[in-house]
């Protein structure tokens, strides 16, 4: 519990607004969240929660007599001393930043004679920041602070990233106002990094670039193992008991997805460019990701011949485990190509609808996409996929191969049970689980 509590005004009623909202309202605050999606809003009230992350649900039925949910802008703002903006930020078609959500919440602002800290939380390119204080002083809302509180929690793990993090970045344009945002985490024991505000907006952009070069590294490393006959498990598990390398963010596979990385490294790649840099090192990375989503596909291949009229098991299509959100996840492309290729895509997912996946058939447990298929492939590590009883599945499948795209099944039971199996960067025969 914070020392002061606060009245906080949070815009945006998506993975992030909530759990900040959720959270805020559990260190003490009073928060109320806004969001222009009427049902949205109306799900919350009637304690629904819209979004699939573990701990949220929890966190809002016992916060609920400080937390109010409401579509109107007027109401939102109230009394608040905080306004938080956590509104989505996508690509647009070149891959810059989408702010046009941003903007309208600058521009919805009513006049606030008290003061006030404007709080961006959504991501964005650096020198932001600089435009909407500008876009503040020209509404006559220069008395509002402005300040820059990225955040780096991660979906399925939110609540815990949120309560719990590695450090709280805090840029500001003003002292006063980083101070505030500051004493707003009070009850939470992190490191607070504070700056200027176009430093804390490329504080963001560079962790998210740190851990997808990682992804990309071990990506790239797995391909050669593969090619040498070396296992990307060990050779991860080797490099990262190196101090000065550390361990996370080195599980090879599919490459990554989400709303966030994809996003994101386009965004300061482009950020780079229209500013005259040519981020090579970006650009590879990228690249590398593309290439890996479609190497299983090249797997199948190798396996199948040609894939028309053969049945493919996708198991999970949430772009990583714990959470239902499909957005730029390795399924979809997967699923693109079989199906453009002719085969037959039986998906199952414990918590992901799969509504983006169009062609393909949804079934509801792992066994019935496997029933009479020529292939399985692992597209997310769900933890239910280690209980699956192989052994009866090897008489079910019309041929008995696992492509496993995250490297999460011990080979060699497969193998004895009659399975061809191949995982990602693993030499035929390498042994263990990650
Ligand atoms: N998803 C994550 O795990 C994560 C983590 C760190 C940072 N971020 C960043 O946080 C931001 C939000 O991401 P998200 O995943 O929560 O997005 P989201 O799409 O899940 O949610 C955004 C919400 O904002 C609402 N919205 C749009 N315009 C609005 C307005 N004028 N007023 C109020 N609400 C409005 C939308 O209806 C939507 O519900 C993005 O910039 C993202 O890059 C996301
Ligand atoms: O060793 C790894 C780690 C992750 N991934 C993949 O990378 C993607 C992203 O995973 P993760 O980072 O766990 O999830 P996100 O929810 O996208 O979180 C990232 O993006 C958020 C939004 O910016 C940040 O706040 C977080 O700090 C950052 O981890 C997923 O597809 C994973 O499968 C790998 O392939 N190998």
Redesign the pocket.
Known sequence: MSASPHRVAVFGAGYVGLVTGACLAELGHDVVVRDVLRERIDALRHGEVPIYEPGLGELLARNAERLRFTTDVGEAIGDADFVYIAVGTPPTYSGDADLSAVWTVVDELPRIERRCVVVMKS?VPVGTGTRVRHRLDERGLGHVGYASNP??????TAVR?FMHPDRIVVGAFRDEDGDLVQELHAGIDAPVVRCDVASAEMI?LA??AA?MT??SF??EIANVCEATGADVVRVAEGIGLDRRIGS??????????????PK?SLALKQLAANSGYHFQLLNAVIEVNELQKRRVIGKLHSHLGPLRGKTVALLGLA??PH?DDMRE??SIVLAGRLLAEGADVRAWDPVADGGDLHGAVIVATPEEALDGADAAVIV?EWPQLADIDWAAVASTMRNPLVIDG?NMLDPEPLRSLGFVYEGIGRAAGAGGGV
């Open positions: 991501t955040e780096f929690t991660a979906e399925g990233d963001k962790a998210n851990l990682r992804i071990i990506n996370a963010f080195l599980r090879a596979g599919i490459g990554f997805g989400g709303s966030c990385f994101d772009f990583k959470t996840a390795p997310t995250r």
